[in-house]
């Protein structure tokens, strides 16, 4: 079974930061592109960064300048460093991968997800 655990969250005051990493894990055959969403309270889930297999980023409007993503594939992990951080950005951040897993055909996979709370 395939399995994607993000840790990393927690409470920070605004202007701090934190390093959100995901871990996939299980009988993965190979690992194309990585991401990491976010949900806040009342609004529809949205794509924070994404990268694919080959290194290249990309990122919502709202966090250009302040988060990087990077991947360290030999570790099948992907990492979200979120600096100068916002009450705005108060959110479940969600990890998603689309990666085929032996015998299996290419899918996305999501984490159950981890809570950022940005106080002001």
């Known amino acids: 079974q395939v399995q994607l655990v993000e840790s990393g969250g927690g409470l920070v005051q605004a202007g701090g930061s934190l390093r959100l990493s995901c871990v996939a894990s299980?009988?993965?055959?190979?690992?194309?592109?990585m991401g990491w969403y976010r949900q806040a309270p009342g609004k529809q889930r949205e794509l924070v960064a994404g990268i694919t297999s080959g290194g290249s980023t990309n990122y919502a409007d709202s966090v250009k300048g302040r988060f990087t993503i990077s991947r360290d594939n030999a570790k099948n992990t992907v990492y979200l460093q979120m600096n100068s951080l916002k009450p705005e950005d108060t959110a479940v951040y969600y990890c998603?991968?689309?990666?085929?897993?032996?015998?299996?055909?290419?899918?996305?996979?999501w984490g159950k997800g981890t809570l950022v709370t940005v106080s002001s």
């Open positions: 299980g009988t993965i055959f190979s690992i194309n592109a």
């Open positions: 998603k991968s689309t990666l085929s897993a032996w015998g299996r055909t290419r899918m996305d996979y």
